[in-house]
């Protein structure tokens, strides 16, 4: 195990379209974050996973956004009818404890 | 709310000087407080958490609950701390979690 993976790496979509990322965390680890980071922003949280449970929620994750975590292993993150604002680098996280052990992101470019 | 503040956006020393990051936090309870750092092309990783109260490559950071601070220092910068830095907070079971701004540390020669 090498660490949390994410894929795709990068997503060039059209306006309108759905988009799915997946985000592998490091085995053991019950706890999976996802956070969208923009240019010069610090990574924003979206959600949080404790096993297959999703506990917590941002107020930045609209209707438009929903994640996954079945048998509390991967993750999925959809943004449906995609905009141009959701260009962004999204990346997830997986704890034990309180230390998170990031992925190198999905960069999404919305066209 | 909870939120994270750093003031700086970008701080260039030059090497072998002292290197402050500032960090200002709001928080309705007790947060856990924690620096991360993201060096050119590698991922986030985790610098050091005030619980533990250790020295990670010569920085350390103190919790000032009165002053809401957690700022990081270390004594004497090296060119390879050039780097992203971010301060974050959670609460107790990791939740809330809330990364500030960055601020980026420039070490010249």
């Known amino acids: 195990d090498t660490g949390v993976s994410q894929d795709p790496r990068h997503k060039i979509t059209k306006r309108g379209q759905n988009v799915t990322f997946r985000c592998d965390p490091i085995?053991?680890?019950?706890?999976l974050y996802w956070y969208r980071q923009t240019l010069g922003q610090g990574p924003e949280f979206l959600t949080y996973f404790q096993n297959e449970a999703q506990l917590e929620k941002s107020r930045l994750l609209s209707d438009r956004f929903s994640a996954e975590r079945p048998k509390g292993s991967f993750s999925t993150l959809e943004i449906q009818r995609t905009e141009q604002g959701d260009s962004a680098m999204y990346l997830c996280?997986?704890?034990?404890?309180?230390?998170?052990?990031f992925g190198p992101g999905t960069r999404l470019t919305v066209l | 709310a909870q939120r994270v503040t750093q003031p700086e956006k970008l701080l260039s020393v030059f090497k072998g000087a002292p290197v402050e990051l500032k960090c200002n936090y709001s928080?309705?309870?007790?947060?856990?407080l924690f620096w991360y750092v993201q060096y050119s092309r590698q991922r986030l990783q985790l610098l050091l958490r005030?619980?533990s109260r250790e020295s990670i490559k010569g920085f350390t950071a103190d919790l000032n609950k009165g002053e809401t601070s957690f700022h990081l220092k270390k004594p004497f910068a090296q060119e390879e701390d050039s780097a992203m830095y971010y301060c974050?907070?959670?609460?107790?079971?990791?939740?809330?979690?809330?990364f500030g701004p960055g601020t980026r540390l420039s070490v010249l020669p």
């Open positions: 005030h619980i």
């Open positions: 928080y309705s309870g007790s947060p856990e």
């Open positions: 996280a997986s704890s034990l404890l309180d230390t998170q052990y």
């Open positions: 085995s053991e680890h019950n706890r």
């Open positions: 974050a907070l959670s609460g107790n079971y990791g939740q809330n979690f809330v």
